[in-house]
């Protein structure tokens, strides 16, 4: 979670002259009035408000603390740019498609809401707002199901023929995954399976 409302300054290496604390208080303030209202008025949850701050903070980061009244289309489109080379702190690689389309829409959602704002409305124009959107190519990507490796069922057999039974744990092992091959009930539901749920020796 982002702490917007924390002091928190600059690269160390900055002098104290030029060390400024990483916020603007007008653009804080209007923060704290939109998250009041996502969670208040559009019933968020604590997962989606986390998203929404960490899209403004990489909005705010890269425009340097800009008052939110200077958005304009050319910001939208230099920051999607932007976007695009971040790497991820984890494992160094580019940001998934998921995470670019998360972000913009959180902020196009943000500034919709600004739009309407008082001392605002003559600032942000709606069509602008539209080019922080990605492409239909992107978006796509972005919402494609990744497939998920699986074993084949010729595969499950031959592990089922290797597994040793010489105990009563040994063979209920086994047929946990032969009657999840059977089934195919979902590991939720097996963890929670009753033995009188069952009806043994009956075939459908």
Known sequence: MIETT???????????K???????????????????????????APSTLDGIRKAIFRFEEYTKLKDFKTFNKDQAIAFKKHLAQLKTQR?????????????????????????????YKSQIHFPDIEYL????????????????????????????????????VERRNQAVIAFTLQTGVRVNALISLKSNMLILGVTL
Request: with cysteine; hydrophobic share 35%; proline share 5%.
């Open 6 to 16: 924390v002091k928190k300054k600059t690269k160390p290496n900055l002098s104290n």
């Open 18 to 44: 030029t060390q400024k604390a990483f916020y603007n208080p007008i653009n804080e303030r209007v923060k704290r009035r939109y998250y009041q209202y996502v969670v208040e008025a559009e019933g968020k």
């Open 91 to 119: 494992t160094g690689e580019a940001l998934s498609m998921s995470t670019l389309l998360t972000t913009v829409n959180h902020l196009k959602d943000f500034f919709k809401w600004l739009a309407y704002q008082p001392g």
């Open 133 to 168: 959107s990605l492409s239909d190519k992107d978006t796509h990507a972005a919402k494609a199901v990744a497939e998920k490796d699986f074993p084949t069922i010729e595969q499950i057999c031959a592990v089922l023929k290797k597994m040793p039974v010489t105990n009563e």
